[in-house]
């Protein structure tokens, strides 16, 4: 799996690997592969095109406006 590391010592950052190019389909998929455990669960997103969504993030801009003014 590609990862980066920083050396402390010359501040430097390793790529493993070292190229894009060795980059494997595989690896990508790994990143986007759904997780095989029970107690996991998967982040809700909000949509976009819910008007219910975008009255509730109205709401809470215009709470929190109301507190930094």
Known sequence: MPFAELSMAT???QWQPSKLELVTNEMVHQFF???EDDD???LQLWRKSSP???GLAKLLNDSLASILV
């Open 11 to 13: 501040f430097i950052i």
């Open 52 to 54: 219910a969504n975008f």
């Open 33 to 35: 592969a759904k997780i």
């Open 40 to 42: 996991w669960e998967e």
